[in-house]
Structure formats: structure tokens, C-alpha cells
């Protein structure tokens, strides 16, 4: 596999901002590594360590907090204490500009402990496809992904930019294997 870090170094000038998961934070994808995995802290270690040099050509990390279900924590107490002191950790350690996210709780979480020192985005995953969807979730992200099978409609995403650019809010749009209407591929 190609090293993330060689790819931004040939890229940089290309590139703004590298999404991680985190070790094995719930992220909507495989974790990096098994909970069981003996060599767990070895794995974080490398990936602190990428995650620094990545940092150091000048592009933005963005922490992805994407999975859908947190099961019976997913407005608890723990969930919220958790987040928090691993989005301090890495902003620490790594100097994280954003987090995105599926969990609504989340983004709140962060927006208390952090205000508008980092950035909290709304993930494509909550298929946010209208002003009134963004409306209702305005005090707790500060931008949003739109829904994939939305990314050809022009005139919806003129005026759902509108409304951003209007409330001091980023639109973003996410062009991977999910950027088509139905992906085979996704």
C-alpha cells in the first residue's frame, strides 16, 4: 500500500485537508486495527507520527468521527467525555483543525469544549439535502457535507450555498467512490 505521507508529500500543493480515523474510534469504515491486537499502541504511535508530518507540509487534519450508531452511549455521559479528551489529545498532539461527524451529540460535545477553535462538520452520511435540515443542525456544526445523490442538482446547491455563505456556514461536497447517485462501488 502507499504510504499516506509519501502520497501528501507528492500532492501537496493539491491537497488541504487529510480525514483519519483515529486507532479504533467507530469511524463508518475497519478500524486501523483490531481492539485485540497486541500491538495496538505501537500502531497509534505510527500513526501520530504520520499524522505530524503530514501536519508539517502545511495540510489540515480532520478527525472522522463517522459512525452512525454509538448504541446505548451514543448521548451518554461517557460518549462525551471520551470524544472530547480525544479531540484535545490529538489537537495537542497533532493540532487537528476539524472534526467531522455523524453524531449530532458529538458535534454538540465539541462545540462546548472547543467553540470555534475547531472546526465541527456535519458528515455525508447524515444525507443533509435541504436549508431546512441545515437550519435545524446550525448551532451545533459549523458546515455540511450534502448528500451524494444531491451533487448534480446545481440549483439546490446554489441555494443551499447561499444559505451557508449567509450563516457564516462551509457546504461541502465529497468526491470519492460515494460522489455518484447509487455507486456501485461504495
Known sequence: LDSVVSICEDYKDSISSVYFSYGAEPSGRLPLYSLANKD????KK???DELKKINSMGISLTLLLNANCYGEEASSEELKKHVTELAVFLKSEVNISAVTTASPFIAEALKDEFGNSLHICASVNMRIDSINTMRQLSDCFDGFYIRK????NMGLI?????????????LNILANSGCLSHCGFQ
Open 40 to 43: 495496538a499502541e505501537a500502531i
Open 46 to 48: 505510527i500513526q501520530l
Open 149 to 152: 445523490e444531491i451533487n448534480r
Open 158 to 170: 446554489r441555494d443551499m450555498y447561499s444559505w451557508c455563505r449567509d450563516n457564516g456556514k462551509k
